[in-house]
């Protein structure tokens, strides 16, 4: 929510038993630009916490059904970044103590100090103040540190980026290895935006989703009659990309057939289509990806030792994401604005524990699934900043090692009720979002139709 200057709405959460203390802080707050929620009940106001989503708690110590301290360290297990200040009618210093201990803010004695409320207010403004803008400025290094569509201020990245900006003008054949994700089409396609071809087409296969059989018929197109079905001639690939670049992803794929016919090619610049006599001559740059280790497959027989030697003239190794942490606040910033923008959401960042959370995750698919994590969170969250709680929900529905890497970053031990929790929130704003559609629910949480319904029985969600 926004008000007309365009900052966000500070939230405040008042729980206290007595509804003229309640009426006299709400008089008080709403001038100072809080939006006020208010509750006579400590168990009420956890239900309603998750819906609320307050930026601040203001909670009475000596409630008769749940105590302040009980209430407070609710909040603090469910929104570490939550702050909570305890009022009570009988200050002592041992409950101050306890208080702060249990991670409050701060401790008023009744009646209340309004003067004082007032700059614990104050701060509580200036903090999300502060960390609205510290999210704009990682956004804005983020895109001071882009090239051609990756983000990288760590020195691999960087390095990276010289090696394109060097070689981009000299290429003919290029190897690109790494791990799935790690960005190796915009790699390719920034040596060709960066070569003398970028005037020319860039033209892309994915040599894992082609049959094997239409592999030949797709590089090197075929001539009228080559086949039961081929009423016209048709150019391959290679052809379409005379004179550009061709990129060939997952290369590791081609069968061992067409491998040694891909040799011939960037041997002598000729293809020859099916059902041809004759070759044709091509100029090609031809840019080969793998996340293979290609040297083992051939020493294994699996791919041409020639084909390996001649693709790998130049090779640039592209690092995982676990090699360049440092940079994974950036691409955060970077993908939560990409994605606010494009789906027309108030979405700033994600907050200091969700960013601790994402930090230390393994991200086995890299850049690809970081930025996929982000976009579900987005799509499903509500929150104008992004909470460890929603990341935790998203990856584990997304991979298994999430929660070794929730663990790695501080999750408390109660996590797995809150993680129970948050993936039952989750899936049921999807099923929301939806109207009860579970395929295009299914859709927004990233999974198939039918992992969505082990998601329904495990978490006890009717069908």
């Known amino acids: 929510m926004r008000c007309s200057t365009d900052k966000f709405v500070s939230r405040l959460l008042v729980i206290d038993d007595e509804p003229g203390q309640l009426a006299l802080v709400e008089r008080f707050a709403h001038p100072l630009g809080f939006e006020v929620t208010v509750h006579t009940g400590g168990r009420e106001a956890l239900r309603c916490f998750p819906h609320v989503k307050p930026d ?27 702050q909570v200040i305890l009022m009570t009618g009988n200050p002592t210093v041992d409950t101050a103590i306890e208080a702060v201990k249990s991670g409050a803010l701060d401790y008023l ?6 003067e004082r409320l007032r700059e614990l207010l104050a701060t509580v403004r200036e903090r999300i103040d502060r960390r609205e803008q510290l999210l704009a400025l990682d956004a804005d290094v983020a895109e001071a540190f882009e090239f051609h569509g990756m983000i990288g201020r760590s020195p691999a990245m960087q390095e990276l980026f010289d090696s394109i900006r060097r070689l981009a003008p000299h290429v003919r054949t290029v190897l690109l290895t790494g791990e799935t994700g790690t960005g190796k089409e915009l790699v390719a396609k920034a040596l060709h935006g960066l070569g ?7 033209v892309a296969l994915n040599c894992s989703a082609v049959v094997e059989a239409l592999f030949e018929n797709e590089l090197f197109g075929h001539v009228r009659g080559a086949f039961t079905g081929a009423t016209e001639t048709k150019p391959g690939l290679f052809e379409h990309a005379d004179g550009g670049t061709l990129f060939l992803d997952e290369v590791g794929e081609l069968p061992l057939t067409l491998q040694a016919k891909l040799l011939r090619v960037l041997e002598q610049g000729e293809v020859q289509r099916v059902g041809a006599v004759d070759g044709r001559h091509v100029d090609v740059c031809v840019i080969a990806a793998t996340n293979r280790d290609l040297r083992t497959e051939s020493e294994a027989g699996r791919f041409r030792a020639d084909l390996f030697y001649r693709l790998s003239v130049i090779e640039i190794r592209l690092p995982p994401l676990r090699e360049h942490r440092e940079d994974v606040a950036y691409l955060t910033a970077h993908f939560v604005r990409e994605c606010a923008d494009r789906l027309l959401r108030p979405i700033t960042g994600v907050t200091p524990a969700a960013e601790r959370l994402l930090q230390a995750a393994p991200w086995p698919g890299n850049v690809r699934q970081l930025r996929n994590v982000i976009e579900r969170v987005c799509i499903l969250s509500e929150n104008h900043i992004l909470t460890e709680r929603e990341f935790t929900a998203a990856m ?9 890497a929730s663990k790695a970053a501080g999750v408390p031990p109660d996590g797995a009720d809150l993680l129970s929790t948050a993936q039952h929130d989750q899936v049921e704003q999807a099923l929301k979002k939806a109207h009860g559609n579970k395929t295009t629910a299914a859709a927004l949480l990233g999974m198939s139709r039918r992992s969505l319904y082990r998601w329904l029985d495990r978490l006890q969600i009717p069908k």
Request: net charge neutral.
């Open 196 to 202: 003398r071809r970028r005037d020319r087409r860039f």
């Open 56 to 82: 601040v708690v203001l909670v009475d110590l000596g409630m008769p059904e749940l105590s302040g301290i009980d209430v407070l360290r609710a909040i603090r297990a469910a929104d570490s970044e939550c």
């Open 109 to 114: 004695g009744k009646p209340l100090d309004f």
């Open 396 to 404: 584990s529905t997304a991979s298994p090692p999430a929660e070794a």
